[in-house]
């Protein structure tokens, strides 16, 4: 009788550490599913379009051959191997400079019209951020205004003060280069 109440207690134990095991891992699965979701909707609510990420190849020259870039203004690969000051600029950057400015973490403002009102009331946010931001017209572009960050580029057809102090929050002070 003995030897059958050892195995009653012995099975309960081993019922019991299945059980405990079993709950762990169901417990272990809803933490990662929880953790996963806020993951993808903190990357969902980013703001700005992402761009496949080009690397980060140094060349030597701006007019060193390297691919093609995936968006104008470029969002991401080959630059050289050092960066446009921080700041207001009145000329344009090459895309060559600029991108090494997004690797370290920058944010690039850029405009594409004659419009001084437009470029004060950018270079007035602009201000608000000693480094890590630049601003600067870019004539090629397609849009008016384009911000754009290692991988993200943003659009927009006048200044909205809200939507570029967002996308600077962001993405400013994000470094990029491969470890």
């Given at each position: 009788m003995?030897?059958?109440?050892?195995?009653?207690?012995?099975g309960?134990?081993?019922g019991r550490r299945r059980w405990t095991l079993g709950a762990g891992v169901a417990a272990a699965v809803v933490v990662a599913l929880i953790v996963g979701w806020f993951a993808y909707r903190a990357q969902a609510d980013l703001p700005g379009q992402k761009f496949a990420d080009l690397g980060n190849l140094h060349v030597q020259t701006g007019?060193?051959?390297h691919e093609p870039y995936n968006s104008t203004p470029p969002t991401s690969g080959p630059h050289l191997p050092y960066i446009a000051p921080w700041g207001i600029h009145t000329r344009p950057i090459p895309n060559e400079l600029q991108?090494?400015?997004?690797?370290?973490?920058?944010?690039?403002?850029?405009?594409?019209?004659?419009?001084?009102?437009?470029a004060e009331?950018?270079?007035?946010i602009v201000r608000k951020y000693p480094t890590q931001v630049?601003?600067?017209?870019?004539?090629?572009?397609?849009?008016?205004?384009?911000?754009t960050a290692w991988t993200r580029l943003e659009t927009l057809d006048g200044v909205d003060e809200?939507?570029?102090e967002r996308f600077i929050r962001a993405y400013r002070g994000i470094d990029h280069h491969a470890r």
């Open positions: 003995a030897k059958q109440e050892r195995k009653g207690r012995n309960a134990r081993h007019g060193d051959p991108v090494h400015n997004l690797e370290d973490g920058g944010v690039v403002i850029q405009y594409n019209c004659a419009c001084p009102d437009v009331k950018l270079a007035t630049v601003l600067a017209p870019y004539p090629t572009m397609p849009s008016r205004i384009a911000l809200a939507r570029i």
